[in-house]
């Protein structure tokens, strides 16, 4: 199996110039670095009673869903503006190329529930901080983050509420 590091592409000026993309199309491809990658992002929440994964659109989709089944827990999306029915809250976040918006149906989770956030790439940090504040705002307990890949450059991880642990598997 390769390292996780080498199945992740850099892409220049995508989708902006100055931007550095992040591709983890070829570590998805790779069967057994898919599931390393899985197994590395679930083990520090193991036996921790977690009730739900929240995965953030798109990419923390696909590695939240498999977290989840893997901790025995339910899996949470945390969409984009518009994608979701309503009754749903909703926070305004920046990005380090514009704006956003994830939003969170009203019952997808219960006052107390045990969470955590996981998503593909910590960059600025906007993101994961408007997912811990939305998920927050239903009451949820959320015990900490895992992300894939940790742009340390860009001190994403300062904007994060120090009350969590917030676990990267790739720095760069």
Known sequence: MKALTDLVRDVVDFPRPGIMFKDITPLLADADAFGACIDAL???WQGLGIGAVCGIESRGFI???AMARA????FVPLRKAGKLPPP???VDYGLEYGHDRLEIGTQALSPGERVILVDDVLATGGTLEA???LVERLGAEVLGASVV???AGLQGRAKW???APLHALIGG
């Open 161 to 163: 509420s120090g009350a």
């Open 88 to 90: 749903i809250v909703g």
């Open 42 to 44: 679930c083990a520090p």
């Open 63 to 65: 590695f939240g869903a």
């Open 71 to 74: 901790l025995g827990a339910g």
């Open 149 to 151: 890949i940790e742009l």
């Open 131 to 133: 997912g811990r504040r």
